[in-house]
């Protein structure tokens, strides 16, 4: 049986606005993409997913949808689409929709029928509540701050946001509610996109009985206890998997925001989703291996034969694991940064990469409100004045939520704009593109692009890199050490996140005759036995024609 062509992609996160601009307008569109799609088959990648692309007001960058069927047109068309996807299959790249079936846009037409009367058909498709003593129906609060209650002066009712006021819960208990959804992934499904990457998805149920969530003790923070991960929400996911899924290689990848693995473990497998994200493995603010390493154990624990998890350390939700592990540091940002990327693509799992990371890309910060985009942070502005902080204050409480450090253009070249643009881009650039850019360090032999490109060339070639079990996964200090083994073929992976060398048993680690195939280090010939594997180095060796049996599930 052939395995699903998702276990074995390398996936490339594209912020939609901010990747390549086509029309000179200062955002990224569809022409833009399609003009770099021979670089990033270059790069090796064979799966996009791309952000929201749908009309919308842009409240929150495209997950605040206000037309499920269309296309944004500050992207393109619909033939702009077309063409991009037809030209990413033409070299082998499929492409994910990122889709917010949680919540609409407040001007997505749905919701405008809902709001315009309580007998309005459409009523029932959101979350309307009378008030509670003159207040909101209960005490849950937004995941961007603030209530999660708006109060809706025409029909003299609260309607639920577990984000923005301006992103509004749907009712997932509405049979009309989960026909229009799946319509709309027909929609897309019809017109050749390969799956599907769904926003929030153990948000879609909230409690039946509204009760008040409890606040964490220590912290003083709600615990988001009753509007996520709620009874019924799998039945749910399983009707829109086999709905997807009836047309054979449809893949689902699921945002569930939960830090318990044993939550998020239900989400996956036969009849679910076939991935979940796990943000516990890459969201950590500073580096530790003990964690990344007990995470990694976790994962392999919860995850049955079969199953796999996901691989990745940054997103357009969270600064660039690069500027958050590297202590400032440049020097020791990059080494961590090719460690991470070695682990990324040779672990076990689905490795999604974010743009920008394969050239080093780091975090922006506003110097000004002025210069920020991000909803979270602008709400998180609004709430530290109106709490009585002064403007310098608040800046630094809406630095801390803004998530625009991540989102700046894709630095293509030295030139003003990265050559993403020759216009202004819709927010700042990121730091130093001068060095930082495709160009330059494709020239660079020693540089972070050149080190993901041969990772990723190399996964694809050796099926114990891009599938396979773990052999042995261990932790020896700063050194994490693996081997997997797939198809009669082995491979050790070793990173040395230290500052001491560390001598390596080569030849008793594998069971075959080995080769040496890449080390972050390009003056090692890892040829010596027992090989001294520097600080701060990753390297990888294979053992083909080994006595292993085969162990990969597909
Ligand atoms: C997800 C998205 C995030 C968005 C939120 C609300 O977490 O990744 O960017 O703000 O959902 O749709």
Redesign the pocket.
């Known amino acids: 049986m052939e395995a699903p062509w998702w276990k074995s992609a390398v996936f490339y996160e594209i912020y939609m606005p901010s990747f390549c601009d086509g029309n000179g307008d200062g955002i990224g569109d569809f022409a833009g993409m399609a003009s770099k799609l021979d670089e990033l088959a270059e790069l090796g990648v064979n799966g996009i997913w791309l952000t929201p692309f749908y009309p919308s007001p842009k409240v ?2 495209g ?2 949808i206000a037309d499920y069927t269309a296309i944004d047109p500050v992207y393109g068309t619909m033939e702009d689409f077309e063409a991009f996807l037809r030209e990413a299959h033409a070299r082998d790249i499929r492409v994910i929709a990122d889709l ?1 079936l ?2 609409t846009s407040s001007e997505h037409p749905w919701f405008r029928e809902s709001r315009s009367s309580r007998s309005n058909p459409k009523r029932d498709w959101y979350i309307w509540k009378d008030p509670v003593n003159g207040g909101p129906p209960n005490n849950w609060e937004s ?1 961007f701050g603030g209530p999660a209650w708006e109060f809706d002066e025409a029909t003299r009712q609260y309607y639920y946001h577990a ?1 923005a006021k301006e ?1 509004v819960d749907l009712n997932w208990t509405n049979p009309e509610v989960r026909a229009a959804m799946k319509g709309v992934m027909d929609f897309w499904l019809d017109r050749g996109i390969d799956g599907f990457r769904l ?2 998805i153990n948000f879609l149920k909230v409690s039946g009985t509204f009760p008040d969530n409890p606040y964490d003790a220590e912290t003083g923070e709600q615990q988001h206890v009753h509007d996520k991960d709620q009874e019924g929400i799998l039945d749910a996911i399983a009707e829109l998997s086999a709905h997807a899924h009836a047309r054979k290689g449809t893949f689902m990848v699921g ?1 569930v ?1 939960s830090e318990d693995m044993d939550v998020l473990r239900r989400y996956s497998g036969t009849g679910l989703l076939d991935v979940v994200f796990n943000f516990n493995l890459g969201s950590q603010e500073t580096f530790s291996l003990e964690r990344l390493y007990g995470e990694l154990k976790k994962m392999e624990a919860a995850h049955a034969p079969g199953q796999l998890p996901t691989l990745f350390f940054s ?3 969270m600064p660039r694991h690069i500027s958050r592990f590297g202590e400032g540091d440049p020097v020791l940002e990059e080494r961590r940064a090719k460690l991470i990327s070695a682990l990324t693509l040779t672990a076990k799992g689905v490795p999604f990469l974010y743009y920008g990371e394969e050239i080093g890309m780091r975090d922006f910060v506003a110097e000004t409100i002025e210069e920020m985009r991000d ?2 942070g602008l709400t998180a502005y609004r709430l530290a004045l109106a709490e009585g902080l002064d403007p310098e204050e608040a800046l630094e409480k809406a630095l801390a939520k803004s ?1 625009d450090k991540s989102r700046t253009p894709m630095q293509w070249t030295d030139e003003t704009y990265g050559g993403f643009s020759d216009a202004a881009p819709w927010i700042g650039m990121g730091p130093r593109h001068d060095v930082l850019n495709v160009r330059t360090q494709r020239r660079d032999p020693d540089s972070i692009y050149q080190f993901y490109r041969q990772l990723i060339a190399l996964r694809h070639r050796h099926p114990s890199l891009h599938g396979g079990d773990y052999g042995r996964l261990e932790r020896q200090g700063e050194v994490l050490l693996y081997v997997k083994r797939a198809a009669g073929e082995e491979a050790l992976v070793a990173l040395n996140f230290g500052t001491e060398p560390f001598a390596l048993p080569v030849g008793r680690l594998l069971s075959g005759p080995f080769r040496f195939v890449l080390s972050s280090r390009r003056e090692t010939d890892g040829a010596h036995e027992p090989f001294l594997l520097g600080p701060q180095e990753a390297a990888i060796w294979i053992s083909e024609n080994s006595s292993v049996k085969e162990t990969c599930h597909t």
Do not use: L
Request: proline share 0%; no cysteine; charged share 30%.
């Open positions: 929150d960058n997950y605040d917010v949680n919540h995941f984000f992103q926003d929030v945002e925001g997103s357009h939700d909803v979270q998530r």
